[in-house]
């Protein structure tokens, strides 16, 4: 998807295939702190119990418990940002989470290579290179994240989503992948902007696939999208 940015602020607007455009909101370096800090406290309450619990096993159990260091340490992230859409518990608990710079979700190969820079970004001491880095970009990434081609963006960008024409919702006949749920969405919020022709065109594309029977496309989109959203 071809990227483009806004000068006057942050925000990243992604252009899908189908036309419709996307917009992120990058986490700045204090959300990304915060996050951080709340994971190392669950770290450190995990690795303090199994010390005590290791500290019984005497050389064998010392052994043991440097080995758990090292895979709670680099492992912990690469798990959650996986298989816990992108989120460990800290970012989870700001709100904020890791996708690709295209806005899908974060691969394994991204994530691992994000987290093994982490040791360059924690140069020359305390993530100072990675938080010079998030300062001076505008979309605050660290070097991590710029190898990686990875993003961090708050899950809903505060105070930005849009009113969603009223109506009915209506639940899809097929599950929905997540790029398929920001589309539909998407189609939605912009609703009143778009010409009455793109309406037809982008959701002649959007919805027959998901509600084959369906004879009114424009209609059918935005009750999806009400249902998306929970509405």
């Not at 010390?51 to 043991?64: D, E, P, Q, R």
């Not at 189609?187 to 982008?202: C, G, P, T």
């Not at 959701?203 to 004879?215: D, G, T, W």
Request: glycine share 6%.
């Amino acid at each position: 998807m071809p990227i483009k940015t806004q000068k006057i602020d942050n925000l990243i607007h992604l252009q899908t295939p189908e036309g419709v455009e996307l917009t992120l909101t990058p986490a700045g370096p204090l959300p990304r702190a915060m996050a951080w800090l709340i994971d190392l406290l669950i770290r450190f309450i995990i690795l303090f119990g199994l010390a005590i619990i290791f500290s019984l096993l005497g050389n064998f159990g010392t052994g043991l418990y440097l080995l758990t260091f090292f895979l709670i340490e680099w492992i912990y992230p690469l798990i959650y940002e996986i298989w816990k859409d992108g989120s460990t518990p800290g970012k989870k608990s700001i709100g904020i989470m890791v996708v690709q710079d295209d806005g899908t979700p974060i691969t394994f190969s991204a994530s691992l290579l994000r987290n093994l820079l982490r040791s360059v970004d924690f140069l020359p001491f305390f993530y100072a290179l990675g938080l010079l880095s998030c300062v001076i970009r505008q979309d605050n990434k660290r070097l991590g994240d710029i190898v990686a081609g990875t993003l961090v963006i708050y899950r809903h960008s505060p105070n930005t989503l849009e009113a969603l024409p009223e109506g009915e919702a209506i639940i899809p006949k097929l599950p929905l992948t997540t790029d398929e749920q920001k589309e539909i969405v998407a189609f939605a919020e912009r609703y009143h902007k778009i010409s009455d022709e793109r309406k037809q065109e982008l959701s002649s594309i959007l919805v027959p696939e998901l509600i084959p029977e369906s004879k009114h496309a424009i209609a059918d989109t935005v009750a999806m999208a009400r249902w998306i959203r929970g509405l």
